[in-house]
């Protein structure tokens, strides 16, 4: 073989490295985070550099959309988050205009607001989905394991402590023309900010309240057992609540001696995370227990 025809070669190769190494998400292929977030890759003149700084052309047209749900499908309350609890969440690439994208790709990272640290608690990604760390950035996204046919990428995420704030989620994707280039492609950004649900804990209601409450088991599947070790004799109202604040349950309890018991039946609840109150006029003791 001619030195020449070997020159060729290596550059055919490396060519091919190349797009194939893009197929994959950006933080797996090139260890960088394109979504537009702050700490992301940047232009030379400091702009973001995301898929539409390479995808964005005249003959595909695209939008994105992240959407989030509790894990039972409904839609999150006020479009707050409840600290440590799981969602279902999913980014769709949307044709708009122009051709019909031949394939599909994404990446997300989600940060807090305040101090714009990650919340890398990504769990459970469909099979076009992979969970990747990008050298550069050191952070952890979620993007699309290769081209995908499927406009539709799924995964979970976990919810931070107590206190994180406002949480905010930078995604950007494209739709491609499978022409092996970038030219003629559609891409789009987008974000989605979700605020954090003040919720009093267990701890902080034994802080307001003169009686401690243990609750057990928790979690629970059949029964769950309420004791109460009080000081006080007191009429109270005992409520079971969902995560979006509706009252499932109901009760007048009376606290008549300094400890009192009571056995709640969950077997009906589908799993998941609920509040229990105790309240009267003067008190509010509030407890999360769980039903699996």
């Given at each position: 073989?001619?030195?020449?025809?070997?020159?060729?070669?290596?550059?055919?190769?490396?060519?091919?490295?190349?797009?194939?190494?893009?197929?994959?998400?950006?933080?797996?292929?090139?260890?960088?985070?394109?979504?537009?977030?702050?700490?992301?890759?940047?232009?030379?003149?400091?702009?973001?550099?995301?898929?539409?700084?390479?995808?964005?052309?005249?003959?595909?047209?695209?939008?994105?959309?992240?959407?989030?749900?509790?894990?039972?499908?409904?839609?999150?309350?006020?479009?707050?988050?409840?600290?440590?609890?799981?969602?279902?969440?999913?980014?769709?690439?949307?044709?708009?205009?122009?051709?019909?994208?031949?394939?599909?790709?994404?990446?997300?990272v989600a940060l807090t607001d305040s101090n714009e640290e990650e919340v890398n608690t990504w769990a459970n990604p469909s099979a076009n989905v992979s969970i990747a760390t990008a050298s550069n950035t050191g952070r952890t996204y979620v993007e699309q394991t290769g081209p995908s046919a499927d406009k539709t990428f799924t995964m979970q995420w976990t919810a931070p402590a107590e206190g994180s704030g406002d949480i905010t989620f930078y995604?950007?994707?494209?739709?491609?023309?499978?022409?092996?280039?970038?030219?003629?492609?559609?891409?789009?950004?987008?974000?989605?900010?979700?605020?954090?649900?003040?919720?009093?804990?267990?701890?902080?209601?034994?802080?307001?309240?003169?009686?401690?409450?243990?609750?057990?088991?928790?979690?629970?599947?059949?029964?769950?057992?309420?004791?109460?070790?009080?000081?006080?004799?007191?009429?109270?109202?005992?409520?079971?609540?969902?995560?979006?604040?509706?009252?499932?349950?109901?009760?007048?309890?009376?606290?008549?001696?300094?400890?009192?018991?009571?056995?709640?039946?969950?077997?009906?609840?589908?799993?998941?995370?609920?509040?229990?109150?105790?309240?009267?006029?003067?008190?509010?003791?509030?407890?999360?227990?769980?039903?699996?």
């Open positions: 073989m001619k030195l020449s025809n070997v020159y060729i070669c290596l550059l055919l190769l490396a060519v091919a490295y190349i797009f194939m190494g893009h197929s994959a998400g950006r933080a797996d292929s090139q260890n960088w985070g394109n979504t537009g977030a702050p700490g992301d890759q940047t232009l030379s003149n400091g702009n973001p550099r995301t898929c539409v700084s390479c995808h964005g052309g005249a003959n595909i047209t695209v939008g994105l959309d992240i959407s989030i749900q509790n894990m039972d499908g409904s839609a999150l309350a006020n479009n707050e988050y409840v600290p440590g609890e799981s969602y279902n969440m999913s980014v769709t690439v949307n044709p708009t205009a122009g051709a019909t994208p031949v394939e599909y790709g994404f990446q997300m995604s950007c994707g494209n739709g491609v023309n499978g022409n092996n280039s970038t030219s003629g492609d559609g891409a789009a950004c987008t974000t989605l900010s979700l605020g954090e649900r003040i919720m009093n804990s267990t701890s902080a209601s034994l802080l307001a309240t003169p009686f401690n409450v243990a609750l057990e088991p928790n979690p629970a599947s059949e029964v769950l057992n309420v004791n109460i070790d009080s000081p006080i004799q007191e009429n109270f109202t005992l409520n079971v609540l969902n995560l979006n604040g509706q009252v499932l349950q109901s009760a007048e309890w009376s606290i008549a001696t300094a400890q009192n018991r009571t056995v709640l039946n969950v077997q009906g609840y589908a799993p998941g995370m609920y509040i229990l109150q105790i309240t009267n006029d003067k008190y509010n003791s509030i407890s999360m227990w769980v039903k699996q």
